[in-house]
């Protein structure tokens, strides 16, 4: 059974005076396994956040469906394994985080002295131990995020849904966050995350769910995604003619006074070497390049059309000639 699962979830707005309508989710399919962490990856405004009101039943949605272990997400069964973290979250401002704590684990009908032993718990889990009895307005952005995930563990629950936990983290915050992530996992605990931030999704998550203007456009794991991307193999040499190059392979450039060829990942890598070293050219390096999780982004974002890696993320400065790549979607 499936921690959560999401099957032709529509969604839509009305403008102000109910003329307009906006599709906003048009029909989201996604599932996420038990004990695994699922990044929820889109770009502002895809749907990520609609998505997770809908799966809080904090919208209601015009079709489609949400369960939680296989159970509809508005049961109250499927509820009470749920921990959430909203998007910005604000909590009020004159409570201390205990007592913030105290206040969310009531209503969960935690007896007195089990509970407060698990806000202490929770505290310390979430490095705010020395500052549980500071009002809510002293505290930082990132303490907030911290008091948020302390809050959304309150009731034990088995999936967590967080929604863009990283946001106006820095670096440490980040680095710690992610820790606790990781260790929900080891736990045994599900993670659904939303984030636009790539290098969260490639540092944790086992499955990526892609979000473009309400539609999921790729979902797998993370290794799989990556390795089934188009590789390309870039031959590193100098010492030889450009003439003598172009002869050799169509597709090469010159950078740092160093001609860099590039070849499909099933070219003839050894012939291309072989054809150089005879030329008199010297080899320098070969390496293979691989996809990654932004080319893969930013290839969807462009309409997903060749899966070929793009100069952003490639470090060859200029994109490689997809005629020559051999890319598949
Ligand atoms: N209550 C609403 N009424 C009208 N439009 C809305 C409403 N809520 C969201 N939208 C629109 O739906 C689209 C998706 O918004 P959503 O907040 O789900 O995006 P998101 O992926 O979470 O973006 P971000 O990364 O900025 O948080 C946006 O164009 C937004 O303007
Ligand atoms: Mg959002």
Redesign the pocket.
């Known amino acids: 059974m499936k921690a959560l699962e999401i099957k032709g979830l529509k969604k839509s707005?009305r403008s102000n005076f109910l003329i307009k309508k906006?599709n906003?989710l048009k029909g989201i399919d996604l599932d996420v396994e038990k004990g695994e962490i699922y990044g929820f990856l889109?770009?502002?405004?895809?749907?990520?956040?609609?998505?997770i009101k809908c799966i809080m039943g904090l919208l209601s949605p015009d079709s489609g469906e949400v369960r939680v272990d296989g159970l509809p997400a508005h049961a109250a069964a499927a509820r009470q394994r749920i921990g959430f973290l909203p998007?910005n979250p604000y909590f009020y401002d004159y409570l201390t985080a205990r007592e913030f704590l105290l206040f969310s684990a009531s209503l969960f009908n935690i007896p007195e002295k089990e509970m407060r032993d698990k806000v202490a718990a929770l505290i310390h889990r979430v490095g705010l131990s020395g500052h549980e009895d500071l009002k809510l307005r002293k505290f930082s952005k990132g303490m907030i995020q911290r008091l948020g995930l302390a809050q959304a563990l309150v009731n034990d629950p088995d999936l967590l849904i967080l929604?863009?936990p990283f946001s106006g983290l820095d670096p440490v915050g980040r680095k710690d966050l992610r820790l606790l992530i990781l260790a929900l996992r080891e736990q045994g605990k599900t993670v659904f995350f939303?984030s636009?931030i790539l290098q969260d999704m490639e540092l944790m998550a086992d499955r990526v769910g892609i979000?473009l203007a309400g539609t999921i456009r790729r979902q797998g794991k993370l290794s799989e995604l990556i390795a089934r991307s188009t590789q390309y193999v870039e031959v590193v040499c100098d010492r030889i003619a450009p003439k003598e190059l172009a002869r050799i392979h169509p597709d090469h450039a010159l950078r740092d006074n160093q001609s860099v060829l590039t070849l499909a990942g099933d070219a003839d890598v050894n012939l291309v070497v072989e054809s150089i070293i005879h030329s008199g050219g010297r080899i320098l390096a070969v390496n293979p390049v691989k996809m990654t999780l932004e080319d893969i982004f930013f290839s969807e974002m462009a309409g997903g059309a060749n899966g070929v890696p793009t100069s952003q993320s490639n470090g060859t400065g200029a994109p490689p000639n997809p005629s020559t790549l051999g890319g598949k979607p």
């Open positions: 707005f906006f906003i889109g770009p502002n405004g895809a749907g990520k956040t609609t998505t998007e929604d863009e939303s636009h979000i």
